[in-house]
């Protein structure tokens, strides 16, 4: 852990090279100076990222990422600052510093999907990212005492599945139920004993995984449950394991990583009209 103040920079980044996945899956790798100072412990991991609006080389942000970050973005014009997204840090290296963010495809609609969709190398970014690894841009945090985890997601949350399940600790089982839009979206998660894992693929139709999570005969105990993905998917699962199941809510962390209908835009207006207090992520 490095001592720097503040958990959160700036890192303004450039595409070093982009690919295909899957079907509705785009890798855009980043590099870039900045990426030297990146620090994180992994899991689900969000960064903030800035997309140029169009005509723009690269986008606009306030000069500093310090704790009043998001009101210097706020005042600046909304038709030329940066356009505010989240994502996960799917994965980060060194030597060459490297920073590789797994986009979900969903059509022409979103600015960040599109962005994705036609990023070629060169291109820039920029994120507010973690330069400790205490910097709470990471939501999953079992008990010590937890008997055994329990994952809801779907493919916009895989990087951090995938993120979670390289961090557990071993002997802690985990059963992970995910569906993603299309078959070939599936992928080889990191491998470790007692890891269930159940795949489904949405095929245009509504997310399965609240039936199948409710009609499961699950282990004995309490687990520590973490689920994300879209809103309605994410409430559902969260009924059934706090109101039928009667799990302690305190032991189930729910984040919506979107919600069908809305941008995210729509949703930060949401949320600042509710007088929340607008953090990363916690849009639900
Ligand atoms: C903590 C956190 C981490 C996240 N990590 C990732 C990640 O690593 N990879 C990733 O792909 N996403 C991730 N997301 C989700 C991502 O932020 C949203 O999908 C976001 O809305 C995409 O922005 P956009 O500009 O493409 O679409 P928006 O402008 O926000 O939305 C445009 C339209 O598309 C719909 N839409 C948005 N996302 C999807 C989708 N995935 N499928 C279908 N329709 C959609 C909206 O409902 C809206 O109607 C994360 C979200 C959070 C909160």
């Known amino acids: 852990m490095t001592t720097s103040e503040n958990p959160f920079r700036f890192f303004h980044l450039h595409v070093l090279r982009t690919e295909q996945i899957g079907p509705g899956f785009v890798r855009v790798t980043f590099g870039g100076e900045d990426l030297k100072a990146f620090v994180s412990d992994g899991r689900d991991q969000r960064l903030k990222l800035f997309f140029p609006q169009p005509g723009q080389d690269e ?47 969903h059509g022409d609609t979103g600015p960040a999907s599109r962005w994705a969709a036609n990023a070629v190398p ?58 993603v839009a299309h078959d070939g979206d599936r992928r080889e998660l990191p491998g470790r004993a007692g890891t269930n894992v159940r795949w489904f693929v949405r095929n245009g139709s509504g997310d399965p995984i609240p039936e199948a999570i409710a009609a499961a005969d699950l282990p004995e105990g309490t687990p520590y449950a973490w689920i994300a993905g879209e809103a309605s998917m994410v409430r559902a699962v969260r009924r059934n394991l706090v109101r039928d199941r009667g799990y302690d809510r305190k032991s189930v962390t729910f984040t919506g990583y979107w919600r069908r209908g809305a941008t995210d835009d729509d949703l930060l207006v949401e949320s600042l009209a509710g007088q929340e207090p607008h953090l990363p992520g916690k849009d639900d």
């Open 59 to 105: 986008p606009v942000v306030p000069v500093e990422a310090g704790d009043d970050w998001f009101a210097a973005w706020m005042a600046i014009d909304a038709g030329e600052r940066g356009i505010m997204r989240t994502y996960t840090a799917r994965d980060a290296r060194r030597d060459p510093d490297e920073l590789d963010i797994d986009f979900a495809m």
């Open 122 to 179: 060169g291109a820039r970014l920029v994120a507010i990212g973690p330069q400790r690894t205490d910097n709470g841009g990471a939501d999953f945090a079992p008990p010590k005492d937890a008997p055994w985890v329990l994952v809801a997601a779907d493919e916009t949350a895989l990087p951090a599945v995938e993120g979670i399940l390289r961090w557990l600790p071993g002997g802690l089982p985990a059963h992970v139920w995910l569906s």
